[in-house]
Structures are given as C-alpha cells and as structure tokens.
C-alpha cells in the first residue's frame, strides 16, 4: 500500500506509528520495509536478502528509532528536518517527504547491516565481492552512498547547487577575474591581475572578500532559519563550488587568458581556495 501525504502527516501530528490508524500504520511500515529491501538486495544478494529481511514493523522501528535519537549537525531532530524540507521546496510535498525518508532508510539500513555482524552465509561489509578478479570491491562499495554521508550533507549539496547560479549571476566581469587568480594562485597584486580586473591594488582583496560577504548575505536570506552552523557548512560548500565553476569560465573567457598564461610560466604562488574568506556573521 503506498503511502499518502495524509499518513505522513498523521505520523507527524501523533508522533509514533503505533498512535496512527490502521491504514498509515500499514503504509508507512510498508514504505521502510520496501527501501530496506531494495537495499538489502544490492548488498547481501537476493537469497540471503529473503533470509535477512527484518520485518515491516521493525523496518519502521529502526527507522523511527533513528530519528528520535540520532543527532545531526545543525542541533536539529532528523524528523524535524524531513518536514522542514517542504518549506523551501518545489516538488510536490509527498515527494519530497518520501525523498527525504529514503535518504534517511538509506542510513539506517547500512547502520544496520554493520552492526548485524558476521552471521551464517553474510559477508562482512568490507570483504571482496565474489566474482571480482581484482579483489578490490567490496559490499560496501556496493551500497548506494559513501558511508560518510547523510541526509543532511544532501540537502546542503542540494541547497547549494540551487543557490549556485544566482551567486554566479551576481558577480561582476571583475569580481570573476579577482576570484579566477585566487583559484590560481595569483596574488591579487599582480599588475596582469589589476590591469584584467580594472582595480587599483588596495581594490582588490577588498572585492576578492566582498564576494563572500554576499554569499553569506544570500544564504541568510533563502534559508533565515536554519542555525549558524548550517549556514556556515552551506556557505563552504557554495564556495566551492562557486571556485569549480569559476575555474571551467576561466578557461573559456578570452581576457582571463593571460592568467592561464602565468601560471604554464610558473609566475605564480601558493594555491588559494574561496572558503578561506567565507563569514556568516
């Protein structure tokens, strides 16, 4: 049975699944069970999957014992989290809801998996796969997503693939070329620097910073309540992201030539990276 906006919000108004009724219990626990198989499947095979399988209600309990205990970064309960998505999303709210449930399961699952431990016909999850002649995949590479990951890192790489453009947007011919020599490692003094940027010496550490000053300005404004550290980890990320995207314009704008020209000369210095100048305060 697939669930329904309404059983999410039910969940949510009544706070554990043994409080909903009859149809969002069998919903909800289905959705868990189904993720956790799909899972399973990829990284213990079909066979032992059948064998290993917990059962929809312990499924669900895993999942929602997760959110009542885990803590993510931000200070924030990861239930908290699933349904303040909605607030800034495009996507119909269901889906959005179930997008970040998965991402959730997905965490849950592999905590589960290493903790199970070695068991009659299981792997452990850093042993080879069998079949592989090189001997370096393992059942771990196999689960969908680095152990390190989270939910939570998601939706900041997907907060800021969205506030991407309108940071690139922003910047002046200028501001481009002052950030394209910090990528490069070019001291922003560098006569070519302030020639290509059209600013004076004492301009351009003063553009370089202002760029992420704005940054930080942007993040405040699409995201006012997310806490201090979030937007601290989001402005980072943008940051380098926003250095990637500066670097491939480099190399396609003709005036920002004579940069790439410097540094194939070795007139260059010590690499530098945008996250160096990043504030949220």
Excluded at 117 to 141: C, F, K, S, Y
Excluded at 165 to 193: F, H, N
């Amino acid at each position: 049975m697939p669930t329904q906006l309404e059983h999410w919000d039910e969940w949510r108004r009544r706070c554990a699944v043994l409080r909903c009724g009859p149809a969002a219990q069998a919903a909800l626990r289905g959705f868990a069970w189904a993720r956790f198989d799909h899972y399973a499947r990829h990284a213990l095979g079909e066979a032992d999957a059948r064998v290993r399988m917990p059962s929809a209600a312990d499924c669900w309990h895993l999942f929602e014992t997760h959110l009542s205990v885990a803590q993510p970064r931000s200070g924030r309960r990861y239930k908290e989290w699933l349904f303040a998505r909605l607030e800034q999303a495009q996507d119909p709210p269901l889906d959005v809801i179930q997008g970040g449930a998965s991402l959730l399961v997905r965490t849950v699952f592999r905590n589960w998996l290493l903790n199970e431990g070695p068991q009659r016909n299981m792997q452990a999850i850093h042993a080879p796969v069998a079949g592989d002649e090189t001997g370096t995949v393992t059942l771990e590479d196999l689960l969908p997503a680095p152990p390190t990951e989270g939910p939570e890192q998601t939706e900041l790489e997907e907060a800021a693939d969205r506030l991407l453009p309108v940071c690139l947007d922003g910047l002046t011919q200028s501001e481009r070329l002052v950030l394209l020599a910090k990528q490069l490692g070019i001291p922003l003094y560098d006569p070519t620097v302030l020639r290509l940027a059209g600013i004076g010496r004492s301009r351009a550490s003063v553009r370089w910073r202002g760029v992420f000053h704005r940054i930080a300005e942007w993040i405040r404004q699409h995201h006012p309540q997310e806490p201090h550290d979030w937007q601290l980890q989001l402005a980072l990320l943008v940051s380098r992201k926003l250095g990637e995207k500066i670097l491939f314009w480099g190399r396609v704008e003709k005036t920002a030539q004579p940069l790439f020209y410097m540094v194939e000369e070795g007139r260059h210095h010590r690499r530098h990276t945008p996250h160096e100048a990043v504030v949220t305060s």
